[in-house]
């Protein structure tokens, strides 16, 4: 009675420490999920734009929104009110529909049209000019277009802010109809761009909602309803889809491992205490991340649970290997020179990621090396202290005996596995489809219809490709601006030839300082002006002094310093143009938005004759150059590891041939699960390669155990039996994985559960220690 | 109903007004039906209004032309809900009415007056007619807001079933005139006003 009330002190004692542990991860740990801190550092220009680029880019920040379900007059109301909303919303740096209101423009910067506009690039405040406009003006106000003119009229007789509003208009925007923008099928469009990055859907979502919560709160919205895409929308979803697929797979297969164990080991208070060692490796790791980094990515959370799936094994081998009436302790020391040798060997193979130098894969070892010591050693010091006194003893179980004889008279031949390792490399050598899988948007994709739905709305919005940018470079704003109008008439001839269907360049935006005072020097004096008003107006109805605002702007306008980038960025009209000039150490950088691009070639020879000046960005190929880098620094981390892990086992066996058993069945077994996914066409991506590392881990152990020399004919049932335990969890977890529509879940799932199968025949033909 | 016949039967019957509707119907005319008009334009921004003579021409439900022949040239023209402009020699510019309900639901409403279409009509403004059968008007207020903006209100003036005068008075205090038929030919002074154009339209002598 005394040794069983000292055991539940003992297991409350240790929740405690769990639960201490948990709440300083809890209040110490910051999850991110920006994709980039999961990339390795990018190394040549178009990488490094690329990182920066990746969600913070002007395309990826963008949301397309389209309102659907009502009138027109409903709708385009809901529209206006939405941008309204959006404009004093700090999840957004912007938001459009179309709408130009000239009023935005206030007394500060009309004034300014005259810089801004290219009017007075081709014609001169001339009376000859003028009186052809004024006339105009005339037979406007005779026309049914009066009432919207006439409130401008005075000021703006030229209509300079209606042509700086065409011009400023997307390249290629949809129609309008009661001033907002609408799609061909009656919905209302709208643009906002998030301040978020495009690929941070915690972010991400925190503006989604926001948004929807604006819509949902806009008055009069009958049937109208909200529909959203766009990239920052889809990282959203997929995070959604494979957080809910997860759980629901992590529900069944938790429902299976527990019904297993049960039949295993018949005992609940078994089955509780053996998921102690894991819990307290889990949540080490966490509270070893706190300490040492303060945060960790959400990605290396996730592949780090997968990968300390390997301490499940600790306390199912003491729970099959105890024997009747044998002392927990007692068994487990038995046990730990094995285990001791299995978690060493696999914590020192993770030292090798530590090396990555990527900010992720650091996390992840430092995680599952902490994770996987703190389970090995509660397993040996403090599980055998709570385990139940009464137990069964696995030897006996019933099936078991026949089964281990069964597997001694197995014919092993020698030249088996030589001969599926030429086989396994030559199928490698045939194998269909690329061999690894560089397109990071091949492992998230999305439901057809949502991906046609972005395309048509992309379409409707003349919204920007997300692939190509045009980037100009230069010492400072200005010089990118003043390249920007040197570049426009040759992207203009490329847009009618058919090329491309739009650029944005910067200089559309804002004209460099030497445009601007070119333009300053063309505006003629007050009295001047006056003179070509009077004459221009000479035989016309308009009322006397009616333009005398017009005179004080355009006088106004000569004194004005140019606006810089800096200064244009305050105006109503500067988030646009902020967000396409970007600083780098040696200079500065513009960023062009291109959509509609049909002929690469025609735009790589356009850049190619600007001697360096501007430059074609292909995002997607940059994407893939940074996740081929990436990719071989895991793999050059690998490599180490398995040295390492080389090593170790060598060392702890001492002996070259005994570790040849363990690891020369987890190599071949590795090989052919590689073999196979490549002949069923699967290019192999990071998660593919994280999940062969799990699985390489689990083949140690069932080499390691089966390789362990033993005369007791019990001792063989018990290592059977722990390790088919394990093989089935394991192919239960990561089967259930497999079926899974995410392509992410899937690749793990599939690897793993090939991994283990492989792993456990080859360990049986190759490490089991033959009882002669 | 029995009020309506005593009154139409007792000897103030020439007191009532005549029904809106009904003088719409009889304006009627079968497509293409052309006349020629003169414009009066009044506007804040003018010291003297905008005289334009020319045709227009009603050419069915939704469609409607009209040329500007004095003092430039001008042929707008509508027709599947696209307006299009072409002035002198410039090539023509077309825009589709969407974009600017209010006058899409203004050049419905005319449309719909030439083509005696009361049902169209009385669904877009509010109809009151006054005067008597042979010398009559009708003013119409809009009853979309977005176009009561823009217009304030249109008074048709007409003698019998022929219309003669289309006053469209501006939510700004502008006004014009559209003169047509047996007015369309009137000669005005340069700086005619508002007053004798209004004299004009209703048939009296200024």
Not at chain 1, 597 to 612: P, T, Y
Not at chain 1, 681 to 687: E, K, P
């Amino acid at each position: 009675m005394r040794v069983e009330s000292h055991r539940f002190a003992f297991v409350a004692l240790w929740l405690l420490a769990l639960a201490a542990l948990a709440a300083f991860a809890w209040h110490a740990l910051r999850i991110t999920t920006d994709l980039r801190s999961f990339m390795p550092p990018p190394q040549t220009p178009d990488q490094k734009l690329l990182m920066e680029q990746i969600g913070e880019g002007p395309g990826s920040r963008l949301l397309l929104l389209a309102i659907e379900g009502g009138d027109e007059a409903t709708l385009a109301s809901l529209s206006r009110g939405l941008v309204e909303k959006l404009h004093a919303d700090a999840h957004f740096e912007q938001a459009f529909n179309g709408a130009f209101d000239p009023s935005a423009l206030d007394e500060h910067w009309l004034p300014y049209r005259w810089l801004l506009s290219p009017t007075l690039d081709t014609h001169a405040l001339d009376a000859a000019y003028l009186s052809d406009q004024l006339a105009q003006r005339v037979e406007d106000l005779a026309s049914p277009a009066a009432t919207l003119l006439k409130p401008w009229l005075a000021r703006d007789p030229t209509l300079e802010t209606l042509a700086l509003a065409q011009r400023w208009s997307p390249p290629k925007a949809p129609a309008l109809r009661d001033g907002v923008w609408f799609s061909s099928d009656g919905a209302a469009l709208l643009l906002a761009q998030t301040h978020a990055p495009g690929f941070d859907p915690a972010a991400q979502r925190e503006a989604i909602d926001a948004l929807q919560a604006t819509f949902d709160a806009l008055p009069d919205r009958g049937e109208a309803h909200l529909v959203i895409s766009g990239p920052g929308w889809f990282s959203v979803r997929i995070d959604a889809q494979t957080r809910e697929e997860a759980d629901r797979i992590g529900a069944a297969s938790t429902i299976g491992f527990i019904l297993l164990l049960l039949v295993a080991y018949r005992s609940v208070p078994s089955l509780l205490l053996g998921g102690l060692p894991v819990a307290s490796g889990a949540l080490a790791g966490l509270a070893t991340l706190a300490l040492v980094f303060g945060q960790a990515h959400g990605i290396t959370l996730a592949f780090g649970f997968t990968l300390l799936g390997v301490a499940q094994e600790y306390p199912l081998r003491v729970l099959s290997h105890r024997r009747a009436g044998e002392d927990a302790l007692a068994s487990v020391r038995a046990l730990w020179p094995l285990l001791a040798t299995a978690i060493v060997s696999a914590a020192i193979a993770y030292l090798a990621f530590l090396a990555s130098g990527v900010p992720g894969l650091q996390q992840l070892a430092v995680f599952t090396i902490a994770g996987l010591l703190a389970a090995g050693l509660s397993t040996r010091y403090l599980l055998p202290r709570v385990l139940p006194a009464r137990f069964r003893d696995v030897a006996d179980t019933p099936g078991l005996a026949r089964a281990t004889r069964w597997l001694d008279t197995v014919p092993r031949p020698r030249w088996l596995p030589w001969l599926l390792a030429a086989l396994g490399v030559g199928v490698l050598g045939f194998a269909p489809g690329p061999t690894w899988q560089n397109d990071l948007a091949a492992l998230t994709p999305l439901p057809q219809d949502l991906l046609l739905r972005d395309a048509k709305l992309r379409g409707e919005l003349g919204a920007p490709d997300v692939r190509y940018l045009l980037v100009l470079h230069g010492d400072s704003p200005d010089a990118v601006l003043a390249r920007s109008e040197q570049i426009e008439p040759q992207f203009d001839k490329l847009v009618a030839q058919g090329a491309l269907d739009a650029v944005e360049l910067p200089s559309r935006y804002l004209p460099s300082l030497a445009t601007q005072r070119a333009r300053q020097a063309k505006l003629p004096d007050a009295p001047a002006l006056e003179a070509s008003m009077a004459e221009a107006s000479r035989d016309l109805p308009f009322r006397e002094g009616l333009f005398a605002p017009f005179v004080a702007d355009v006088q106004a306008a000569r004194s004005l310093a140019p606006l810089t980038a800096a200064e244009f960025a305050k105006s109503p009209f500067g988030a646009r143009l902020a967000s396409m000039l970007v600083q780098r150490d040696d200079g500065w950088l513009g960023l062009a938005t291109l959509s509609g691009v049909r002929d690469v070639a025609a735009l790589e020879r356009a850049v190619h004759a600007s001697n360096g000046a501007v430059s074609l960005l292909d995002l997607k190929a940059a994407s893939e150059s940074l996740v081929a880098a990436y990719r071989e620094r895991i793999l050059r981390a690998l490599g180490v590891a398995l040295v390492l892990l080389a090593l170790t086992v060598g060392i702890a066996l001492r002996s070259v041939r005994r570790a040849w058993h363990v690891l020369a069945p987890m190599t071949l077994a590795t090989l052919l699960v590689v073999v196979v996914e490549r002949a069923c066409g699967i290019s192999l991506s990071l998660f593919h390669l994280v999940a062969v590392t799990l699985a390489a881990g689990l083949g140690l152990h069932y080499a390691l155990f089966f390789e362990r020399r033993s005369d007791d004919a019990a001792e063989a049932r018990r290592t059977l039996h722990a390790t088919l335990v394990c093989v089935i969890s394991a192919l239960l977890v990561f089967g259930l994985q497999a079926l899974s529509s995410m392509p992410v879940l899937r690749a793990i799932g599939l690897t793993v559960a090939l991994g283990v199968g492989f792993h456990f025949c080859l360990s049986i033909l190759m490490a089991r220690a033959r009882r002669e | 109903m029995l009020a309506a016949t005593l009154l139409a039967a007792s000897p103030t019957s020439r007191a009532t007004p005549p029904d809106a509707a009904h003088l719409v119907v009889q304006l009627k005319r079968a497509p293409p039906a052309r006349t020629a008009y003169t414009e009066v334009r009044f506007s804040g921004l003018l010291d003297r209004p905008l005289i334009l003579r020319g045709e227009m021409e009603y050419l069915g439900p939704g469609k409607l032309a009209k040329r500007v022949d004095k003092p430039y040239r001008e042929q707008t023209s509508v027709e599947n809900g696209t307006a299009t402009m072409q002035r002198g020699d410039k090539p023509a510019r077309s825009l589709p009415l969407a974009q600017i309900p209010e006058l899409e639901s203004f050049l419905r409403g005319f449309s719909a007056l030439l083509g005696g279409d009361a049902q169209t009509l009385t669904r877009d403004f509010t109809l009151d007619a006054s005067g008597n059968d042979a010398r009559w008007q009708i003013v119409l207020k809009p009853r979309d807001a977005r176009l009561a903006r823009r217009v304030e209100s249109i008074r048709v003036d007409g003698a019998a079933s022929e219309p003669l005068c289309f006053r469209t008075h501006e939510a700004d205090g502008d006004d014009s005139a559209l003169l047509v038929g047996p007015l369309a030919a009137t000669t005005l002074p340069p700086r005619v006003s508002t007053m004798q154009v209004d004299a004009l339209c209703r048939g009296v002598k200024p």
